[in-house]
């Protein structure tokens, strides 16, 4: 008789009686990780293909050279991150303080509206029209003077305003020692108090641009005898009337 040869076509786990328990799907956390469709995972990086794949939110692959622009893009932001500004940051520049209002555009007003600018000046100042300092050491326009930001240096005897000012705050100059004043077109706002107490103050020249000023703005000025007020639209008290001359 012919050798026969038996085959079987069943599985071993089918010879075996099917003892071999069933596999489940691996459980992290009680999340069910192989039906999980927002899983991130590790990078891929496939041998022999210019091409990675990042598996995170949909499993899109992400080409190398776009891989690359994002992670200069997420450099530059951390760069830049790391030098950005704020409204309301302060430095020193010069001597001077500054108080930074506005970042577009680049704006600050000298003082930061709580202590004085400058450490008991003396004699002549000239205001610079733009300023570099700050975090990132960027360059400002100098738009404004703050309260109080000269405020009982009396022996601060001039100043030159930049054509870049706009407002002059409250008691900016209170008690100094000017003796005159001269204000540039750019000047819109002159706030309350700004000169009080000037004790030296002789002369003052108002610009036309001028449409507001505060209450006391030239108030116990006593030897102020020449007032050239230009401005024709302005709100606010009659400057003349603010006068209060020694009897």
């Known amino acids: 008789m012919a050798n026969q040869i038996l085959t079987n076509s069943s599985s071993p786990q089918q010879q075996m009686g099917n003892s071999s328990p069933e596999r489940k799907p691996a459980q992290t956390n009680g999340l069910d990780l192989q039906n999980q469709t927002n899983r991130t995972q590790p990078f891929n990086v496939r041998k022999g293909a210019d091409t990675i794949y990042a598996f995170a939110c949909h499993n899109k692959p992400i080409g190398m050279r776009n891989l690359k622009t994002l992670i200069i893009a997420l450099a530059m932001l951390a760069i830049g991150n790391a030098f950005a500004q704020n409204v309301g940051e302060t430095f020193v520049s010069n001597g001077i303080t500054y108080k930074i209002t506005s970042l577009s555009p680049n704006e600050v007003k ?138």
């Open 110 to 247: 000298i003082g930061d509206d709580n202590n004085v600018a400058v450490s008991n000046p003396t004699g002549s100042y000239v205001l610079p029209n733009s300023v570099q300092g700050g975090t990132g050491n960027l360059t400002y326009s100098v738009t404004a003077i703050g309260d109080g930001a000269f405020g009982a240096c009396s022996n601060l005897t001039a100043v030159t305003i930049p054509n870049t000012v706009t407002i002059i705050g409250n008691f900016a100059f209170f008690g100094t020692g000017l003796t005159s004043i001269t204000f540039p077109e750019s000047v819109t706002t002159i706030r309350w108090g700004a000169f009080y107490h000037c004790l030296s103050l002789t002369s003052v020249t108002i610009p036309t641009s001028v449409t507001t000023m505060g209450a006391g703005t030239f108030a116990e000025c006593f030897a102020l005898t020449e007032l050239n007020y230009n401005a024709v639209n302005c709100s606010g008290p009659d400057l003349v009337h603010q006068q209060h001359h020694q009897e």
